[in-house]
Every structure is written in C-alpha cells, then in structure tokens.
T-cell receptor, first 109, second 117 residues
Framework: GQNIDQPTEMTATEGAIVQINCTYQTSGFNGLFWYQQHAGEAPTFLSYNVLDGLEEKGRFSSFLSRSKGYSYLLLKELQMKDSASYLCAVLTGRRALTFGSGTRLQVQP | GAVVSQHPSWVICKSGTSVKIECRSLDFQATTMFWYRQFPKQSLMLMATSNEGSKATYEQGVEKDKFLINHASLTLSTLTVTSAHPEDSSFYIC?????????????FGPGTRLLVL
C-alpha cells in the first residue's frame, strides 16, 4: 500500500525558517514532489527530487533521502503569503502522484 | 511554467444531470493527464489516469461508468460525471504530465468546483 505522512499543522513567525517533514512508504518510487496549495485553489509546483540531496530554489529548498523514505521542504524568510497547505507527493511506479494529507502552515506577524 | 486550463471553473447542477469538465494543456502536448478529486480539508485523491488514444485507468473504488474519461487529443481530456448526486459535490482537478522520465513534473489546472443540489 501507499503511506505518506506529514504533520497536519504548523505555525511559524514572519521572517523565520520552517521545515516541513514528509515520510513515505510506497510501491515504486520515481521522485518526490512538493506543491503549495492556497485555500480554494489548485496546487502549484514547488520542487521535484529524484536523487538524494538538497535542491535549492530561491527561498525554498527540498531534501530527499531515498534510503530513509524521508523528505523535507525548507522555507526561509517566511512571508505572510506563504500561509498555505504544503503537499508532499510521491510519483509511484505507475507514474501517478500519491499525495500526503498536506501540512497547513500558518505564518504569524 | 506550463499552463493547464480547466473549464468550467465552477458548476451547479441538479441531481441526476451529467456534467462535463474539460482539461487542456495550452502550450505543450500531454500524452498522459490525471484526474483528482479533493473534498474539503482533505488532500487530493487520484481518480484515474487518462491516456491519449486509449482507455483510462481508474483507481480502486472509482466507478468508470459514472466518471467517463475521454482523452481525444494530446491537449484535451474530458471528465463527465454522469447522473450526478450531492455526494459527488467536490473540487475536481486535472493535471498534465510534462517531461521525460527522471525530469518530469505534473502541472495542475485551476480546478472545477462542482455542487450538486
């Protein structure tokens, strides 16, 4: 079966750094995605990791360890507009995305 | 990034009617598109994989006769909810796959909000 776990909610302060963790156990692995989703909107692509290590893209970084079934999304210099749900998704052997339940991040002033 | 559109963005219909939702990749060709459903405060659940020129592959528990998928061209996939009922009210989102294996990603359309009365 497929199992993707991430925290339900997190709170952080504007200007700070926050790390959102994701652990997964899936049948087949072809990469891990992070998406941002604001309420009532569709997800927007943030990052894709297929090899171990850190991928940095501006204020956002994503890390993957395939042997541990673990990834994290790091958000730096938090802004109020970063308040959203962050979805961890694994590209399985069938090349479809299986999503975690999402982490609702609340950025406070 | 790549653009995927959906139409309509929202629809309200009476119970028993059928609703068609279109998903288009606007600036690239997508041999594979995916249909997801999202209920309030829940994550996206894959419904089916739509393959151009062949039958869709449905996830377990998704009725293929109720959710008809047609992928007639490399830029268009349609989802028809037949005989819709209130429990079908949800946020339907499509995505299109782009890129080769190892460098691929999926871009999502803006979603279609369906309310069945």
């Amino acid at each position: 079966g497929q199992n993707i776990d991430q925290p339900t909610e997190m709170t952080a302060t504007e200007g700070a750094i926050v790390q959102i963790n994701c652990t997964y156990q899936t049948s087949g692995f072809n990469g891990l995605f992070w998406y941002q989703q604001h309420a009532g909107e569709a997800p927007t692509f943030l990052s894709y990791n297929v090899l171990d290590g850190l991928e940095e893209k501006g204020r956002f970084s994503s890390f993957l360890s395939r042997s541990k079934g673990y990834s994290y999304l790091l958000l730096k210099e938090l802004q109020m507009k970063d308040s959203a749900s962050y979805l961890c998704a694994v590209l399985t052997g069938r090349r479809a995305l299986t999503f975690g339940s999402g982490t609702r991040l609340q950025v406070q002033p | 990034g790549a653009v995927v559109s959906q139409h309509p963005s929202w629809v309200i219909c009476k119970s028993g009617t059928s609703v068609k939702i279109e998903c288009r990749s606007l600036d690239f060709q997508a041999t594979t598109m995916f249909w997801y459903r999202q209920f309030p405060k829940q994550s996206l659940m894959l419904m089916a994989t739509s393959n151009e020129g062949s039958k869709a592959t449905y996830e377990q528990g998704v009725e293929k006769d109720k959710f008809l998928i047609n992928h007639a061209s490399l830029t268009l996939s349609t989802l028809t909810v037949t005989s819709a009922h209130p429990e079908d009210s949800s946020f339907y989102i499509c995505s299109a796959r782009m890129g080769a294996s190892g460098q691929e990603t999926q871009y999502f359309g803006p979603g279609t909000r369906l309310l069945v009365l």
